[in-house]
């Protein structure tokens, strides 16, 4: 019953560095979305893909990049990382969009 | 820019007591949805109000939305350790879920 799968757990980057972020939910859902958390902000929308095909822009999405690979795999890319994007990262995803939204277990990504 | 307001932002309280998050905007929503966090985990749905005045139970936790659909709470009775945990108010109005910056809850025993 895994829901919707994160990877990986925990990465440190050196500033300047690019990384993937991983999601796969296998819950035949369309809609995936990616959010980070930062204290005392609660968790802010970075991109989203309504339907498989589609990207769009969040509240925050300066500095990342988005794959929507299939209807399951929806991937979170960061170019060339800085500081300001040390955070949590969730992967989300619903049946349709502004459907029930249901979480990853976070990645934690630290930036030195 | 919608924004959702959270108060208080942390609270400690003795196991028993009662207490209130309360969850505002100046926006109207189509729906509000409460969701509860524990550490090393992403958030968890408690329940979705959709109706203005509408009220919500689950054992303990009573939620309500303002009847503009602009402000929501959640009411805790009796609140036990492990109601522990940072709850999170997001309302949603075009599909995409605003979230609320969390209330973090440490029930003592």
């Known amino acids: 019953n895994a829901g919707v799968t994160q990877t990986p757990k925990f990465q440190v980057l050196k500033t300047g560095q690019s990384m993937t972020l991983q999601c796969a939910q296998d819950m035949n859902h369309n809609s995936m979305y990616w959010y980070r958390q930062d204290p005392g902000m609660g968790l802010r929308l970075i991109y989203y893909s309504a339907s498989e095909g589609t990207t769009d822009k969040g509240e925050v999405p300066n500095g990342y990049n988005v794959s929507r690979l299939n209807k399951r795999e929806f991937s979170l890319r960061l170019e060339s990382a800085a500081p300001s994007q040390t955070s949590v990262y969730f992967c989300?995803?619903?049946?349709?969009?502004?459907?029930?939204?249901?979480f990853g277990e976070g990645s934690w990504l630290t930036v030195v | 820019t919608q924004l959702l307001e959270q108060s208080p932002q942390f609270l400690s309280i003795q196991e028993g007591e009662n207490l209130t998050v309360y969850c505002n905007s100046s926006?109207?929503?189509?729906?509000l949805q409460w969701y509860r966090q524990e550490p090393g985990e992403g958030p968890v749905l408690l329940v979705t109000?959709?109706?203005?005045?509408e009220v919500k139970k689950l054992k303990r936790l009573t939620f309500q939305f303002g009847d503009a659909r602009k402000d929501s709470s959640l009411h805790i009775t009796a609140a036990q350790p492990g109601d522990t945990g940072l709850y999170l108010c997001a309302g949603s109005n075009t599909g995409k879920l605003i979230f609320g910056q969390g209330t973090t809850l440490q029930v003592k025993p």
């Open positions: 109000v959709v109706t203005g005045g």
């Open positions: 926006s109207v929503f189509s729906s």
């Open positions: 989300a995803s619903s049946r349709g969009f502004g459907n029930t939204i249901y």
